[in-house]
């Protein structure tokens, strides 16, 4: 948080992310704190500083993927100018900002990940023979001789840090450099975000994950299978803190940072009926004994890929009759779905597997008004899906809900391909106030999601170390928790 109430909001390129409410915005020269400085100050803030020799470290890993993702954008807008704006700062109130994240396409296309700088833009300059010279223009840091290195709470290095100077990033990036100021926009600039068939050329070119991706994801799992150990290693602690969702929060966030740049979406802590909610992030509730705790969590490493895994946890120790029915009922939907995923399926048919599953159960228990056959039927049944509305599967990588601008027929309607990483999620929720169920499941919410990447010829679960089985999972309480 800054000290200066200058206005703080930055300026430069538009956000990329969606429009900000109106916020009330300090005056620009709001000084009502601020502290003069006097002339001793400004005659010795410049002098002596040691010299700075610069680092040029070498291309990171990511480098070479990111050049061929590059040349594939290239490929595809011949004789275009393309903008890619890494974003800016987001307010949050007055003076203190979100903390800043990457557009991810601009993340993906350059490699430049936790340690973007806000504001930069990359930028393809068409030329002659129909390729693009690509320059990455970015407010490398100030020089002591200006004021911005120590009066600009926003970026100055005395408020936040040095910031990277130009020859270091195009070295580290294996990208050319330039300095945002000399970057100027033109008529007829293609901008991400503004421009449909960029982004969603971008969006689909994240469809299938090359081996750089593939292994940030399965360090992301891994992560985060250590976060769920946290938890259920604390079980006891979280029970008696009146907040308990809060303390699943907390105690993955701190592994979540430790290890990553954070979460990759507002982590679910939802205990007993809560978990019928399906996107519980106020967490305020306590965890009680007798009841299950939905955790649906993932840690986003430092290059900003995530994990997205839910388990479903018996607080006590073990499940009750009904408790484990239902659990195993999910688990029997989410194996059906992976026993269909393979190259050449169609995603679809991944969630179809999982329904047809909870259509048959919810049948045989006597909760649907119709058989299963009429539920599954495409037009006039869905009456399952009052239990489990969500879809079972989504695209997984830099964003939770990765490709989210991919067409339908090459998303929903879209063929598996090996390199492709997604969710398997089913599960099955039954209001605290559902009349249409016995007494005994109501409040009763489950759900357990995997991580999977499609290989030659099957998939492989990339969070199968993390206890699946409602057997598993009371072996995983009973030998961490303290
Ligand atoms: N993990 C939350 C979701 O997939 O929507
Ligand atoms: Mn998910």
């Known amino acids: ?120 833009v990359l930028v393809f300059e068409p030329t002659g023979d129909q390729g693009h010279d690509v320059t990455l223009y970015l407010r490398e840091r100030a020089d002591r001789t200006t004021a911005e290195f120590y009066d600009d709470a926003t970026i100055g290095e005395f408020w936040i840090g040095p910031r990277p100077a130009l020859a270091g990033v195009a070295s580290d990036l294996g990208l050319q450099t330039a300095h ?68 699943v929060e907390g105690i993955f966030h701190h592994r979540a940072r430790v290890e990553g740049n954070g979460e990759g979406y507002d982590t679910i802590a939802a205990s007993g009926p809560h978990a019928c909610y399906l996107h519980w992030t106020r967490n305020d509730g ?11 969590a993932g840690v986003e490493v430092d290059s900003l890929y995530t994990a997205d895994i839910t388990r479903t946890l018996p607080v006590s120790g073990t499940f009750t009759d009904v408790q484990r029915k239902v659990y195993e009922t999910v688990r029997e939907a989410a194996d059906a779905a992976f026993a269909v995923a393979k190259p050449g399926v169609k995603f679809r048919a991944v969630h179809e597997a999982a329904m047809a599953v909870i259509a048959q159960r919810t049948a045989e228990w006597g909760l649907l008004p119709v058989s299963a056959e009429e539920a599954l039927d495409a037009d006039r049944g869905g009456q399952h899906r009052r239990y489990m509305v969500h879809g079972t599967s989504h695209h997984l990588g830099l964003d939770v809900h990765d490709c989210a601008q991919a067409r339908r027929e090459m998303y929903y309607d879209g063929i598996l391909e090996p390199g492709m990483v997604f969710t398997i999620e089913p599960g099955l929720y039954f209001q605290i106030d559902d009349l249409t169920v016995p007494e005994e499941y109501r409040g009763i919410g489950v759900r357990i999601e995997d991580d999977v990447l499609v290989t030659e010829d099957g998939v492989e679960n990339l969070s ?3 206890p699946r089985t409602a057997d598993e999972v009371e072996a995983w309480i009973a030998r961490l928790r303290s």
Not at 64 to 91: E, H, I, N
Not at 181 to 190: N, P, Q
Not at 214 to 241: H, K, M, P, Y
Request: net charge negative; proline share 8%; charged share 30%.
């Open 180 to 247: 945002i100021d000399d970057f100027d926009a033109r008529e007829g600039d293609v901008i991400l975000e503004k421009d449909a068939d960029l982004t969603r050329f971008v969006s689909e070119l994240r469809l299938v994950k090359d081996d750089y991706e593939i292994a940030q994801l399965r360090l992301a799992v891994e992560v985060t299978g250590r976060g769920f150990d946290d938890i259920v290693s604390d079980l006891d602690r979280i029970v008696e803190t009146p907040r308990g969702e809060r303390a």
């Open 464 to 466: 199968a170390a993390i």
């Open 1 to 120: 948080m800054s000290t200066n109430e200058t206005d703080t909001i930055a300026e430069g390129v538009a956000s990329t992310e969606t429009a900000q409410p109106p916020v009330e915005t300090p005056p620009a020269e709001n000084q009502n704190r601020k502290q003069p400085f006097p002339r001793g100050f400004l005659d010795t803030i410049s002098t002596g500083w040691a010299d700075r020799p610069e680092q040029l470290p070498p291309a990171r890993a990511q480098a070479p993927y990111a050049a061929a993702r590059r040349d594939a954008v290239s490929a595809a807008f011949p004789g275009k100018r393309l903008v890619l704006p890494a974003g800016t700062y987001k307010q949050r109130s007055n003076d203190t900002d979100y903390p800043f994240r990457a557009h991810s396409a601009f993340s993906h296309l350059t490699g430049w990940a936790s340690d973007s700088v806000p504001d930069s």
């Open 286 to 296: 306590a965890v009680v004994p007798g009841d299950l705790v939905l955790v649906d």
